[in-house]
C-alpha cells in the first residue's frame, strides 16, 4: 500500500474554502407588519362595535321602548276622553242612588256612637230578649282620630255592655305640628268603599221566636242602618227545646263603612252574608 507524502519543501494543495454563512435577514418583514397591523385593526373594531355600535343600538331600543310605551299612554288617554262623558253620567247616577240609601251606612268615625245609641242598642233594649251573667256585645276594635279641632269627649259610647269601653274604642290623639295649633279636623273615612265592622251578641236569652222577631227588628227597621246578620246559634244542649224553651244564642252581625270617593275593591262586597260563622 502506498502513501503519498508531502516531501518537504513542498506545499500542501489548497483544501476547499471555508464556507460563508448567510447574513441574516430583518426580523420584522412587511409580512409580519401587514399581519400585525391586521390584528390591531381586529381588535379595534370589536372595541369600536363594543364600545360605539352596541351601545347606540341598546340606546336605540330604550328610546323605541320608551316612544311605544308612551304611545300606549297617548292611546290610554284618549280612549278615557272618549269613555268620559259615559263615566261622568254614571258618575251622576250613582251619587244620586247612593244619596237615597246613604243612611244605611256609616261614613266616618262620626257615625259610630250614633249606631250604637240610637239604632243598635234601642233595638235590643226594646226586643223579647233578656241578658244573663254571661252576656256580651263583642265589636272590632275602633280607633279614634282626633286632633285639636276636635271633640276628644265623644268618642266612648254611654252604655252597660261594654265594660272597658276605653280599650276597645282607643284614641290616637295629634297635637299641634311645630308649634302651630290645628284647625282643620281630620278626614276619618276609611280608605276603600266598603269596609265592614263587624259586632258579635252572645248569650242573650230568649225563644226562638224572640229572637226571630229581634232578627227582623235589626234587618226591617226604616231610616236605619244597614245590619247584616250571618248566623245564630243556641246552647249545643238545648236544641231539644229548640222553638219552645228560652235558651242563650249567639249572633254575628255586620254594618259596613262606606266612602263614596274610594274606589271599590272587587266585584263583590266585603263580609257578604254568611261569611261569618258561630
Given at each position: 500500500m502506498s502513501s503519498t507524502r508531502n516531501k518537504p519543501g513542498e506545499k500542501r494543495p489548497a483544501g476547499p474554502p471555508p464556507e460563508r454563512k448567510?447574513?441574516?435577514?430583518?426580523?420584522?418583514?412587511?409580512?409580519?407588519?401587514?399581519?400585525?397591523?391586521?390584528?390591531?385593526?381586529?381588535?379595534a373594531g370589536i372595541v369600536y362595535y363594543q364600545m360605539?355600535?352596541?351601545?347606540?343600538?341598546n340606546k336605540m331600543n330604550e328610546t323605541n321602548n320608551a316612544i311605544a310605551a308612551k304611545q300606549q299612554q297617548i292611546a290610554t288617554y284618549n280612549k278615557k276622553i272618549d269613555m268620559l262623558p259615559e263615566a261622568t253620567a254614571v258618575n251622576a247616577a250613582l251619587r244620586e242612588k247612593l244619596n237615597l240609601i246613604d243612611y244605611l251606612f256609616l261614613y266616618n268615625q262620626d257615625s259610630v256612637l250614633p249606631f250604637f245609641e240610637d239604632s243598635l242598642f234601642p233595638?235590643?233594649?226594646?226586643?223579647?230578649?233578656?241578658?244573663?251573667?254571661?252576656?256580651?256585645?263583642?265589636?272590632?276594635?275602633?280607633?279614634?282620630?282626633?286632633?285639636?279641632?276636635?271633640?276628644?269627649?265623644?268618642?266612648?259610647p254611654t252604655s252597660m255592655w261594654f265594660e272597658n269601653a276605653q280599650d276597645i274604642f282607643p284614641i290616637d290623639y295629634s297635637g299641634e305640628i311645630n308649634g302651630v295649633p290645628v284647625t282643620t279636623p281630620l278626614d276619618t273615612r276609611p280608605g276603600a268603599f266598603l269596609s265592614p265592622?263587624?259586632?258579635?251578641?252572645?248569650?242573650?236569652?230568649?225563644?226562638?221566636?224572640?229572637v226571630k222577631g229581634f232578627i227582623e227588628d235589626l234587618q226591617q227597621a226604616k231610616d236605619d242602618v244597614l245590619i247584616t246578620v250571618h248566623c245564630l246559634k243556641n246552647d249545643e244542649g238545648s236544641n231539644a227545646g229548640l222553638f219552645r224553651t228560652q235558651t242563650n244564642w249567639t249572633m254575628?252581625?255586620?254594618?259596613?263603612?262606606?266612602?263614596?270617593?274610594?274606589?271599590?275593591?272587587?266585584?263583590?262586597?266585603?263580609d257578604p252574608p254568611g261569611s261569618h260563622s258561630c
Open positions: 448567510a447574513v441574516a435577514g430583518p426580523m420584522i418583514t412587511p409580512q409580519v407588519l401587514a399581519i400585525v397591523f391586521g390584528i390591531i385593526l381586529v381588535i360605539v355600535i352596541s351601545k347606540f343600538n233595638i235590643i233594649e226594646s226586643s223579647r230578649l233578656s241578658w244573663t251573667d254571661s252576656t256580651a256585645i263583642e265589636v272590632d276594635e275602633y280607633m279614634f282620630h282626633i286632633n285639636m279641632a276636635m271633640e276628644p269627649f265623644n268618642t266612648l265592622y263587624n259586632i258579635t251578641l252572645v248569650d242573650f236569652r230568649g225563644t226562638y221566636e224572640d254575628a252581625l255586620t254594618v259596613y263603612f262606606m266612602n263614596p270617593e274610594a274606589s271599590a275593591q272587587g266585584d263583590s262586597p266585603p
